[in-house]
């Protein structure tokens, strides 16, 4: 029960400061943000904003995943997150 619920906490946690830098552009969240280098704020704001939404909620539910499909949650889990790195890294350069 403790680890489901660091899990709920954590996944929260990224989707209040997700919901931060997409809806309420809270900039200073997003690590070596400088203003002076970034030509459209409102779509690396969004970009980034969603990934980390989408983040915690992945995070949120592997509990139910991992008693549901075992050791392959994991996988399934870093996949996603190193994966949706890779790709908002590539795609925040036309910001």
Do not use: C, H
């Not at 403790?2 to 900039?27: D, N, P, R, T």
């Not at 704020?41 to 991992?66: C, D, E, N």
């Amino acid at each position: 029960m403790s680890e489901q619920l660091i899990f709920w906490i954590s996944g929260f946690m990224l989707i209040v400061l997700g919901y931060l830098i997409a809806f309420k552009k809270k900039m200073a969240l997003i690590a070596g943000y400088n203003e002076k280098e970034v030509k459209d704020k409102q779509g690396l704001a969004r970009l980034v904003g969603y990934f980390t939404i989408s983040i915690g909620a992945v995070t949120a539910i592997m509990p139910f995943l991992m008693q549901n499909i075992g050791e392959y949650a994991i996988w399934i889990f870093s996949v996603i997150v190193i994966g949706g790195s890779i790709i908002v890294l590539i795609k925040a350069q036309k910001y």
